[in-house]
């Protein structure tokens, strides 16, 4: 059975910075591409970064500079390092092997003075 739990989110001012955990158990995410998502209220989920087998990362515009997504295939974990964050970061953040079905449950993310 895959799953995938994400951790790290929370209540942060603006220009803090958070590192989101997701660790997965069933799968190996370093033979898979694994994205981060997130989901403002009322809005849709997107993509904002994500992390291929080669180690190669890609990055939504908005967040390219102040995220960086990083893999640990020891501790079977993905990273997302954000720093300088705004309020417009706040959302839930989702992570997702792609190709697959399989998405963890989200973790929150407040940006607020």
């Known amino acids: 059975q895959v799953q995938l739990v994400e951790s790290g989110g929370g209540l942060v001012q603006p220009g803090g910075s958070l590192t989101l955990s997701c660790t997965a158990s069933?799968?190996?995410?370093?033979?898979?591409?694994v994205a981060w998502f997130r989901q403002a209220a009322g809005k849709t989920r997107d993509l904002v970064a994500s992390?291929?087998?080669?180690?190669?990362?890609n990055y939504v515009d908005s967040v390219k500079g102040r995220f960086t997504i990083s893999r640990d295939g020891d501790k079977n974990t993905v990273y997302l390092q954000m720093n300088s964050l705004k309020f417009e970061d706040t959302a839930v953040y989702y992570c997702?092997?792609?190709?697959?079905?399989?998405w963890g449950q989200g973790t929150q993310v407040t940006v607020s003075s």
């Open positions: 997702r092997v792609l190709l697959t079905p399989y």
């Open positions: 992390i291929t087998t080669f180690g190669d990362s």
């Open positions: 069933g799968i190996n995410v370093s033979t898979r591409t």
